[in-house]
T-cell receptor
C-alpha cells in the first residue's frame, strides 16, 4: 500500500530537549516536505527536498533542521525545541517532474507539545 | 514566486445547499490545481484536481472550474451533507527548473448546518 509514515503520532517534550520526527515513504517520490499546521493558519511549509541530498528552506524554517540521505526518509529535527514549536506537523511526498501524477500524499501527522 | 489566495476562510451553509470556495494564483506557468479535504484530526487528502488544459472537471457532487485568463479556480460542492464538513485547501504548482512544487492556499473551514 502506498503510504507516508510519520512517527511518533503524539509527543510531549520539554524545552531544549532535542527530538526527531521521522518520515518515510514507499512510493519512490523525489519530492518530500514538512509542514506545520496551527489553528487558523493553514499549512506552512518548513523545509522541502527535491531529491537525495537536496534540501531547501520553506516559509518557516527557523528552529528546524532536515536531512535527506536516502530517497525514502526525510526526518525533521528540532535541536532545541521551544514552546512556540507546539503544533501539528505533517510530512508529505510527491513526484516532482512535470507531466507525472503529481498528487501529494500526507503522513498521519505528529502532534507535538513543548512545555 | 507563486502566491495562492483562498476565500472565504470560513463558510457555513445549510445542509442540501451548495458551497463554493475560490482560489486565485499568481504564476501564469502554473498548470496543476488540486483540492484537498482535511477532516478533523486527520491528514489532508486529495479530492479532485484539474490541469490547465481543462476548464471544468466533475466527480459526483464536487466540481472544479478553472479560469486561466483570470488566474482563478473554484471548488463547487452541491447537495452538501454533514460529512462534507471539513477544512478544504487549494494548491497550485510552481516550477523550479524542471521540478515543481505545490503552493497552498490558507484553507477554508466548511460547516454544514443540519
Amino acid at each position: 500500500e502506498a503510504q507516508v509514515t510519520q512517527n511518533p503520532r503524539y509527543l510531549i517534550t520539554v524545552t531544549g530537549k532535542k527530538l526527531t520526527v521521522t518520515c518515510s515513504q514507499n512510493m519512490n517520490h523525489e519530492y518530500m516536505s514538512w509542514y506545520r499546521q496551527d489553528p487558523g493558519l493553514g499549512l506552512r511549509q518548513i523545509y522541502y527536498s527535491m531529491n537525495v541530498e537536496v534540501t531547501d528552506k520553506g516559509d518557516v524554517p527557523e528552529g528546524y533542521k532536515v536531512s535527506r540521505k536516502e530517497k525514502r526518509n526525510f526526518p525533521l529535527i528540532l535541536e532545541s525545541p521551544s514552546p512556540n514549536q507546539t503544533s501539528l506537523y505533517f510530512c508529505a511526498s510527491s513526484l516532482s517532474r512535470q507531466g507525472d501524477n503529481t498528487e501529494a500524499f500526507f503522513g498521519q501527522g505528529t502532534r507535538l507539545t513543548v512545555v | 514566486g507563486e502566491n495562492v489566495e483562498q476565500h472565504p476562510s470560513t463558510l457555513s451553509v445549510q445542509e442540501g445547499d451548495s458551497a463554493v470556495i475560490k482560489c486565485t494564483y499568481s504564476d501564469s506557468a502554473s498548470n496543476y490545481f488540486p483540492w484537498y479535504k482535511q477532516e478533523l484530526g486527520k491528514r489532508p487528502q486529495l479530492i479532485i484536481d484539474i490541469r490547465s488544459n481543462v476548464g471544468e472537471k466533475k466527480d459526483q457532487r464536487i466540481a472544479v472550474t478553472l479560469n486561466k485568463t483570470a488566474k482563478h479556480f473554484s471548488l463547487h460542492i452541491t447537495e452538501t451533507q454533514p460529512e462534507d464538513s471539513a477544512v478544504y485547501f487549494c494548491a497550485a504548482t510552481t516550477f523550479l527548473g524542471s521540478n515543481y512544487q505545490l503552493i497552498w492556499g490558507a484553507g477554508t473551514k466548511l460547516i454544514i448546518k443540519p
